[in-house]
Protein backbone atom coordinates (compact mmCIF):
# COMPACT_ATOMS: atom_id res chain seq x y z
CA UNK A 1 0.00 0.00 0.00
CA UNK A 2 0.90 3.59 -0.82
CA UNK A 3 3.30 5.20 2.49
CA UNK A 4 5.49 8.32 2.54
CA UNK A 5 9.36 7.28 2.60
CA UNK A 6 11.99 9.13 4.04
CA UNK A 7 15.97 7.98 4.33
CA UNK A 8 18.27 7.82 6.00
CA UNK A 9 15.79 6.36 8.93
CA UNK A 10 19.19 7.74 11.34
CA UNK A 11 21.62 9.85 10.87
CA UNK A 12 24.49 10.47 13.57
CA UNK A 13 26.78 13.41 12.40
CA UNK A 14 29.12 16.04 13.75
CA UNK A 15 28.35 19.13 14.43
CA UNK A 16 29.07 21.48 11.49
CA UNK A 17 28.46 18.91 8.93
CA UNK A 18 26.21 19.23 6.18
CA UNK A 19 22.96 16.95 6.53
CA UNK A 20 20.63 15.83 3.69
CA UNK A 21 16.96 14.13 4.80
CA UNK A 22 14.78 12.98 1.20
CA UNK A 23 11.42 12.24 1.45
CA UNK A 24 9.33 10.43 -1.19
CA UNK A 25 5.34 11.40 -0.70
CA UNK A 26 2.42 9.28 -1.91
CA UNK A 27 2.29 9.29 -5.38
CA UNK A 28 -0.62 12.18 -6.53
CA UNK A 29 -0.43 13.90 -3.44
CA UNK A 30 0.09 17.47 -4.12
CA UNK A 31 1.44 18.50 -0.57
CA UNK A 32 4.34 17.79 1.11
CA UNK A 33 4.99 19.10 5.08
CA UNK A 34 8.43 18.80 6.72
CA UNK A 35 7.75 18.75 10.73
CA UNK A 36 10.44 18.36 13.52
CA UNK A 37 9.72 15.74 17.02
CA UNK A 38 11.41 16.69 19.75
CA UNK A 39 10.37 16.06 23.94
CA UNK A 40 10.44 19.82 24.22
CA UNK A 41 8.90 20.99 21.39
CA UNK A 42 6.68 18.21 20.34
CA UNK A 43 5.45 18.22 16.55
CA UNK A 44 6.74 22.04 14.88
CA UNK A 45 6.05 22.31 11.24
CA UNK A 46 9.12 23.33 9.50
CA UNK A 47 7.57 24.10 5.64
CA UNK A 48 5.22 23.33 3.16
CA UNK A 49 4.90 22.75 -0.22
CA UNK A 50 1.96 22.89 -2.75
CA UNK A 51 2.57 22.02 -6.13
CA UNK A 52 6.05 21.35 -5.73
CA UNK A 53 6.25 25.66 -4.74
CA UNK A 54 6.97 26.41 -1.38
CA UNK A 55 4.00 28.00 0.64
CA UNK A 56 5.25 28.32 4.39
CA UNK A 57 8.93 27.65 5.60
CA UNK A 58 8.08 30.16 8.49
CA UNK A 59 8.73 27.22 11.32
CA UNK A 60 12.30 26.84 10.07
CA UNK A 61 15.66 28.42 11.12
CA UNK A 62 16.24 30.36 7.81
CA UNK A 63 20.20 30.73 8.37
CA UNK A 64 20.94 26.87 8.45
CA UNK A 65 18.04 24.91 7.19
CA UNK A 66 16.93 24.77 3.50
CA UNK A 67 13.72 22.80 1.77
CA UNK A 68 13.36 22.10 -1.88
CA UNK A 69 11.35 19.94 -4.04
CA UNK A 70 13.31 19.37 -7.39
CA UNK A 71 10.37 16.94 -8.48
CA UNK A 72 7.25 15.75 -7.72
CA UNK A 73 8.50 12.73 -6.03
CA UNK A 74 11.53 14.10 -4.03
CA UNK A 75 11.32 16.50 -1.44
CA UNK A 76 14.48 17.38 0.67
CA UNK A 77 15.61 19.09 4.09
CA UNK A 78 19.17 20.31 4.31
CA UNK A 79 20.63 21.79 7.60
CA UNK A 80 24.26 23.34 7.05
CA UNK A 81 26.04 23.53 9.41
CA UNK A 82 24.21 20.86 11.62
CA UNK A 83 23.95 21.70 15.73
CA UNK A 84 23.72 19.50 18.48
CA UNK A 85 20.46 21.67 19.11
CA UNK A 86 19.37 20.02 15.79
CA UNK A 87 18.82 16.83 17.36
CA UNK A 88 15.13 15.35 16.68
CA UNK A 89 13.00 13.17 14.71
CA UNK A 90 12.24 14.80 11.44
CA UNK A 91 9.21 13.40 9.92
CA UNK A 92 7.59 14.38 6.32
CA UNK A 93 3.96 13.88 5.63
CA UNK A 94 2.11 14.02 1.99
CA UNK A 95 -1.72 14.80 1.21
CA UNK A 96 -3.90 15.74 -1.44
CA UNK A 97 -5.14 19.30 -1.40
CA UNK A 98 -7.86 19.34 -4.45
CA UNK A 99 -7.53 23.23 -4.25
CA UNK A 100 -6.80 26.31 -1.95
CA UNK A 101 -8.81 26.36 1.37
CA UNK A 102 -8.89 22.88 1.55
CA UNK A 103 -8.47 20.75 5.23
CA UNK A 104 -7.71 17.29 4.55
CA UNK A 105 -5.43 14.49 6.22
CA UNK A 106 -2.16 14.23 6.06
CA UNK A 107 0.04 11.04 5.88
CA UNK A 108 3.32 10.68 8.10
CA UNK A 109 6.45 8.99 6.73
CA UNK A 110 8.60 6.67 9.34
CA UNK A 111 11.12 9.94 10.17
CA UNK A 112 14.49 10.21 10.30
CA UNK A 113 16.30 10.03 13.73
CA UNK A 114 19.02 12.68 13.91
CA UNK A 115 21.88 12.86 16.19
CA UNK A 116 24.46 15.53 15.93
CA UNK A 117 27.13 15.44 18.45
CA UNK B 1 -3.63 31.99 17.76
CA UNK B 2 -5.08 28.02 17.66
CA UNK B 3 -4.11 25.55 20.54
CA UNK B 4 -4.47 22.48 21.40
CA UNK B 5 -4.38 21.21 24.70
CA UNK B 6 -4.01 17.14 25.51
CA UNK B 7 -3.67 17.50 29.54
CA UNK B 8 -2.77 14.11 30.30
CA UNK B 9 0.53 13.40 29.71
CA UNK B 10 0.22 9.83 30.41
CA UNK B 11 -2.29 7.14 31.00
CA UNK B 12 -1.85 4.11 32.08
CA UNK B 13 -4.62 1.48 32.29
CA UNK B 14 -4.99 -2.89 32.04
CA UNK B 15 -5.93 -4.63 29.17
CA UNK B 16 -10.06 -4.72 28.74
CA UNK B 17 -10.47 -1.39 30.64
CA UNK B 18 -11.99 1.38 28.40
CA UNK B 19 -10.08 4.72 28.32
CA UNK B 20 -10.96 8.33 27.14
CA UNK B 21 -8.16 10.63 26.14
CA UNK B 22 -9.12 14.70 26.58
CA UNK B 23 -8.16 16.81 23.40
CA UNK B 24 -9.54 20.45 23.81
CA UNK B 25 -8.45 23.46 21.42
CA UNK B 26 -9.18 26.81 20.75
CA UNK B 27 -9.58 28.69 17.71
CA UNK B 28 -11.49 31.87 16.01
CA UNK B 29 -12.65 29.80 12.79
CA UNK B 30 -16.08 29.37 12.49
CA UNK B 31 -14.76 26.33 9.52
CA UNK B 32 -12.01 24.12 11.32
CA UNK B 33 -11.45 20.25 11.36
CA UNK B 34 -10.37 18.07 13.90
CA UNK B 35 -7.98 14.99 13.64
CA UNK B 36 -6.03 12.70 15.68
CA UNK B 37 -3.07 10.66 15.44
CA UNK B 38 -1.39 7.16 16.44
CA UNK B 39 2.36 6.97 17.04
CA UNK B 40 3.31 3.71 17.99
CA UNK B 41 6.71 2.39 19.43
CA UNK B 42 7.93 1.81 16.18
CA UNK B 43 7.29 5.88 15.80
CA UNK B 44 5.27 6.89 12.61
CA UNK B 45 2.22 8.80 12.35
CA UNK B 46 -0.69 6.72 11.92
CA UNK B 47 -3.62 8.67 10.89
CA UNK B 48 -6.87 7.91 12.86
CA UNK B 49 -9.62 10.45 11.93
CA UNK B 50 -10.96 13.88 10.59
CA UNK B 51 -13.75 15.50 11.84
CA UNK B 52 -15.20 19.22 9.91
CA UNK B 53 -16.88 21.78 12.71
CA UNK B 54 -20.09 21.25 10.98
CA UNK B 55 -20.76 17.49 12.18
CA UNK B 56 -21.17 16.82 15.64
CA UNK B 57 -22.42 13.57 15.17
CA UNK B 58 -19.88 10.70 17.46
CA UNK B 59 -17.88 9.06 15.21
CA UNK B 60 -17.43 4.93 15.83
CA UNK B 61 -15.28 2.67 13.67
CA UNK B 62 -14.72 -0.60 16.26
CA UNK B 63 -13.40 -0.19 19.28
CA UNK B 64 -12.49 3.72 18.88
CA UNK B 65 -15.02 5.91 19.18
CA UNK B 66 -14.97 10.42 19.02
CA UNK B 67 -17.01 12.80 20.54
CA UNK B 68 -17.39 16.07 19.23
CA UNK B 69 -18.66 18.90 21.25
CA UNK B 70 -18.71 22.40 20.24
CA UNK B 71 -19.97 23.76 22.88
CA UNK B 72 -17.08 22.87 25.36
CA UNK B 73 -14.56 22.86 22.11
CA UNK B 74 -13.45 19.55 23.34
CA UNK B 75 -12.97 16.35 20.54
CA UNK B 76 -12.38 13.17 23.01
CA UNK B 77 -11.23 9.73 21.97
CA UNK B 78 -12.35 7.08 23.62
CA UNK B 79 -10.74 3.54 22.99
CA UNK B 80 -13.17 0.61 24.39
CA UNK B 81 -11.49 -3.12 25.51
CA UNK B 82 -8.49 -1.50 25.69
CA UNK B 83 -5.55 -3.62 24.29
CA UNK B 84 -1.92 -4.21 24.33
CA UNK B 85 -1.31 -2.82 21.09
CA UNK B 86 -3.24 0.66 21.61
CA UNK B 87 -0.43 1.38 23.38
CA UNK B 88 0.99 4.58 22.02
CA UNK B 89 1.10 8.17 22.22
CA UNK B 90 -1.76 9.81 20.57
CA UNK B 91 -2.21 13.45 18.92
CA UNK B 92 -4.96 15.56 18.51
CA UNK B 93 -4.76 18.62 15.90
CA UNK B 94 -6.41 20.95 14.52
CA UNK B 95 -6.19 21.86 11.24
CA UNK B 96 -6.09 26.43 10.44
CA UNK B 97 -5.92 27.87 7.09
CA UNK B 98 -3.11 30.17 6.52
CA UNK B 99 -3.12 31.85 3.40
CA UNK B 100 -5.52 29.42 1.78
CA UNK B 101 -3.05 26.28 2.72
CA UNK B 102 -3.67 24.17 5.52
CA UNK B 103 -1.28 23.90 8.69
CA UNK B 104 -2.21 21.31 11.48
CA UNK B 105 -1.36 22.17 15.30
CA UNK B 106 -0.54 19.47 17.41
CA UNK B 107 -1.54 18.95 20.99
CA UNK B 108 1.45 17.91 23.28
CA UNK B 109 0.24 13.75 22.94
CA UNK B 110 -0.85 11.72 25.57
CA UNK B 111 1.35 8.45 26.07
CA UNK B 112 -1.29 5.62 26.90
CA UNK B 113 -0.02 2.42 28.23
CA UNK B 114 -2.01 -0.35 28.11
CA UNK B 115 -0.80 -3.29 30.62
CA UNK B 116 -1.69 -7.07 30.15
Known amino acids: DARVTQTPRHKVTEMGQEVTMRCQPILGHNTVFWYRQTMMQGLELLAYFRNRAPLDDSGMPKDRFSAEMPDATLATLKIQPSEPRDSAVYFC???????????????FGPGTRLTVT | AQKVTQAQTEISVVEKEDVTLDCVYE???????LFWYKQPPSGELVFLIR??????QNEISGRYSWNFQKSTSSFNFTITASQVVDSAVYFCALSELIQGAQKLVFGQGTRLTINP
Open chain 2, 27 to 33: TRDTTYY
Open chain 1, 93 to 107: ASGFAPGTATHYEQY
Open chain 2, 51 to 56: RNSFDE
